[in-house]
């Protein structure tokens, strides 16, 4: 019969961690986008490196429970809102034509379009 302790274990995670990477990469590439400098395969393949990079540190360090699904291009509640549905009305177009520009239009509005409302949540700005 195998032994079992009777001192509960505890299992470390984290929630939340950053995503900008530690030169701040995510940012750069995503004013390239903005810009035009950086195409989109490019940005999402700094989105990548960052998220792999990220989950290999965190199981290096002991992390046994390595979240995924929290990283974010620019706001988690926009993510939200484009993964329920809930795009507005004047967006639809837009993310219909081309998914990462319609998500950024949201974000930051267009010459035509509004962007969506701007809202304090616990000290941070949120869409």
Do not use: C
Request: net charge negative; no cysteine; hydrophobic share 40%.
């Amino acid at each position: 019969m195998a032994e079992t302790s009777a001192t509960p274990s505890s299992i470390a995670t984290v929630h939340g961690y950053p995503r900008q990477g530690p030169g701040r990469e995510l940012k750069r590439a995503i004013e390239g986008y903005w810009t035009g400098r950086v195409p989109a395969e490019d940005l999402h393949a700094v989105a990548a490196r960052l998220r792999g990079d990220t989950w290999r540190r965190l199981a290096e360090a002991g992390v046994r429970e390595v979240p995924t699904g929290d990283f974010s291009l620019y706001d988690h509640v926009l993510d939200t809102t484009v993964m329920v549905g809930a795009v507005p009305a004047r967006h639809r177009a837009a993310v219909e034509a081309d998914a990462l520009d319609g998500y950024f239009a949201m974000a930051r509005g267009t010459q035509d379009v509004a962007p969506l409302e701007m809202t304090k949540w616990f000290d941070t700005n949120y869409h």
